[in-house]
């Protein structure tokens, strides 16, 4: 029985070299994308935040700098970024879509202000208890 070969497959003997994927930068725009990364930075500093970025694994927010750089920030980590992609992927993102509230909707800026009161974690390191061996 022969198996069916349908077009733009290639096949063993062939050869044409296969495609390979190429990911490339995905942006989105807005502050629920950027806000699971990284901070508010206040008014007037050297970051400005735009939103999201990500290719393959590398994920973070999108950021621009006081000279014009993006910028990928994980935390406080920056990592520079080819400004000619990522303007690319900017004039091609989205805006951020939040189906859980809509526009003027009431509950949206009270989880925004309880979320700003809420004190940070309390971080509690043990010490690590040591099983003793039994003397044979």
Not at 12 to 28: A, E, I, M, Q
Not at 38 to 58: A, F, I, N
Not at 111 to 127: L, M, N, Q, S
Request: net charge positive; proline share 9%.
């Amino acid at each position: 029985m022969q198996a069916q070969l349908y077009p733009g497959t290639a096949t063993s003997d062939s050869s044409s070299p296969r495609k390979t994927f190429k990911p490339t930068w995905r942006v989105v725009l807005g502050r629920a994308a950027w806000s699971r990364y990284t901070y508010e930075r206040p008014e007037g500093g050297d970051l400005k935040l735009l939103g999201s970025v990500s290719k393959g694994l590398q994920v973070g927010a999108l950021a621009m700098t006081d000279a014009g750089e993006y910028v990928q920030v994980v935390g406080d980590h920056l990592t520079p970024l080819k400004t000619k992609d990522i303007a690319k992927a900017v004039a091609n993102a989205p805006k951020e879509f939040s189906p859980r509230f809509s526009r003027g909707d009431s509950r949206e800026s009270l989880w925004k202000e309880t979320r700003k009161d809420t004190p940070p974690p309390v971080v509690i390191v043990k010490k690590r208890r040591l099983v003793p061996v039994p003397a044979s």
